[in-house]
């Protein structure tokens, strides 16, 4: 299978003020990412991971190392908008990221600086909000609607560009659980359509959906693989300062007790079906 | 409830006039003021009134609704009022101890003050039948021709129309510090006018400093869907000129040139 995203050794420096001491964000990442793969990337506060998604599209350039989306290299002035083009971008905060005040401007905004003709701006709005079920709400202003819905715009306006890759950062830390849970939706549907996925989250439900957990602790990726492999190493990811699924919780108290669970067993609904079947 | 604010004055109603095209309207406006300050007979302002009267019977705005939009007015209208009154020469109608009213002050009182009423409501037509947002985008597209000499018509556009879009968020913003300070104790109701300006320094400073956290968000959340200022930019909406704008600036026109011709001929 073909890699979408390619990065070798990524290094990433704040520059702090007197420009003497800088922080390191990234300290050595290497990482490739599958085309139509949905990853995951957890870790804790402060841990780099939207220092990362923000190095994927370009927004940031690497200190040290390379990262390639497409073959296009991120820090190459040449091809910027191709690269922010094949890997959209949507934000944690649904408020801060839409510029119009009616939903379809908003949601054409990506076409429109990219220089698209009209006509065919229209056909991806139309379609753009369809495929995230706003469709309805296209003439109306983004503060009128709610957070999972002005994140579903958000959603619309990265779409309409015809991204091949969507990084989401924290798309539902600021939601309530129906939004997340729309949103959520919405992201699985992309993914099956073909879109590379990057979710970065701090929710354990959402990451036991992926193909692929990245654990970064500090700049570093500490675990990396399908979540039941990640998910297997609890006592590490407990290191890192996060939680494990409820289930792989469970799964290992039980172990503990000389009950044999397999450990693909992550998800409430393995557990439920698990605990069922169990004589 | 702050949800529910309406921006500037628009009007929501399908009609004639909300479907002309903003760049249109902008010059009908501009053309209509030109024209009250032509105007300077009896007969002119009656055709002015009634022209504008038309336009408000088509746009389907309530009179109630912009005669509120005079109200702020009224005092400089009684004040512009009394003065033409009282200070222009001519034969004398009234005397009132030193006050004289003349005829010729009494015509000028009351064609300047028509002159205001007409100006306001011709100029409040325009915003109440036009959204914020089309006045904005008409507004670039009529300054264009400037860019050609380096005014940045796109970048005061865009700033125009994302303080539009920011004017409810901040609003939800400030609701949400006055609640938080208010939760703490702090009383912004109570004191003389220097006590309680000062108490609005706790709500300005968190308030700026969101600001500015929104701004910078923006700014990486714009910069990630490609945008690089005006240039090479298209736009879904072309605005397009149909027949029915150019029925309302051909009326506008014949409006305009009948002024003059008045004027002229008088
Ligand atoms: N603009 C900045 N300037 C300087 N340092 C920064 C900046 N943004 C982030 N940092 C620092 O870089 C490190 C990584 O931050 P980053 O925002 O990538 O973390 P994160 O994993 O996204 O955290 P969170 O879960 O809170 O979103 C942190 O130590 C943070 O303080
Ligand atoms: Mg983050």
């Given at each position: 299978m073909e890699n979408i995203i390619r990065i070798e050794n990524l290094i990433f420096d704040y520059p702090r003020e007197e420009g003497k001491d800088v922080l390191r964000a990234i300290k050595g990442i290497s990482l490739d990412i599958e085309k139509g793969s949905f990853t995951a990337v957890i870790g804790r506060n402060g841990s780099g991971k939207s220092t990362l998604a923000k190095l994927l599209n370009g927004l940031y350039v690497p200190t040290e190392g390379v990262i390639y989306v497409e073959n296009w290299d991120t820090a190459d002035d040449n091809h910027v908008w191709d690269v922010r083009q094949t890997a959209g971008m949507v934000f944690q905060n649904p408020d801060n990221q839409l510029v119009s005040s009616i939903v379809e401007d908003d949601v054409a905004f990506g076409p429109e600086n990219i220089g698209t003709a009209p006509d065919e701006i229209r056909t991806r709005v139309n379609k753009a909000l369809n495929d995230v079920r706003m469709g309805e709400y296209?003439?109306?202003?983004?503060?009128?609607?709610?957070g999972g819905q002005k994140q579903r715009v958000a959603i619309a306006g990265v779409l309409a560009m015809k991204p091949k890759c969507i990084i989401f950062d924290e798309p539902t830390a600021m939601l309530d659980p129906k939004g997340r849970h729309d949103v959520l939706r919405i992201i699985k549907n992309l993914n099956a359509e073909g879109i590379t996925t990057i979710l970065i989250t701090h929710f354990m439900d959402e990451a036991v959906q992926a193909d692929r957990v990245l654990i970064i602790n500090d700049g570093e990726i500490i675990l990396d693989g399908n979540p039941a492999e990640v998910f297997s190493h609890a006592d590490e990811i407990k290191d890192a300062g996060l939680d494990v699924p409820v289930a792989v919780e469970l799964a290992v108290r039980l172990r503990k007790r000389g009950i044999k669970i397999p450990d693909d067993v992550i998800t409430v609904e393995d557990m439920v079906d698990f605990i069922c079947q169990y004589k | 409830m702050i949800r529910d604010i309406t921006l500037g004055q628009y009007y929501s109603v399908d009609s004639p006039i909300h479907r002309r095209d903003p760049r249109i309207k902008i010059l009908s406006v501009v053309m209509y003021i030109a024209a009250l300050f032509i105007v300077e007979n009896f007969i002119g302002f009656v055709m002015a009134a009634a022209a504008l009267g038309l336009a408000v019977a088509v746009s389907k705005v309530p009179i109630g609704f912009i005669m509120r939009g005079l109200k702020p007015i009224i005092f400089i209208l009684i004040f512009t009022f009394s003065i033409n009154i009282f200070m222009i020469n001519g034969?004398?109608?009234?005397?009132?101890g030193f006050l004289e009213v003349t005829d010729n002050g009494l015509y000028t009182a009351a064609f300047m003050s028509v002159r205001l009423i007409l100006l306001i409501i011709g100029t409040s037509l325009l915003t109440f039948t036009t959204t914020p947002i089309k006045l904005t985008d008409g507004m670039e597209r009529l300054l264009y021709p400037l860019s050609k000499i380096g005014v940045p018509t796109h970048e005061i556009a865009m700033m125009m129309s994302i303080s539009l879009r920011f004017i409810p968020t901040l609003m939800e913003e400030t609701d949400k510090i006055i609640k938080a300070q208010q939760a703490r104790g702090?009383?912004?109701?109570?004191?003389?006018l220097i006590a309680r300006a000062k108490s609005l320094v706790p709500i300005l400073v968190p308030l700026f400093v969101s600001a500015f956290r929104i701004a910078l968000d923006l700014a990486m959340a714009m910069e990630a869907r490609c945008y690089s200022g005006g240039k090479n930019r298209t736009r879904m909406n072309g605005m397009k000129i149909n027949s029915g704008d150019l029925i309302f600036m051909a009326a506008n026109i014949l409006f305009f040139a009948a002024t003059i011709t008045l004027r002229i001929w008088r």
């Open positions: 296209r003439l109306k202003a983004p503060h009128m609607l709610s | 034969r004398v109608l009234w005397k009132l702090a009383d912004f109701e109570s004191g003389n």
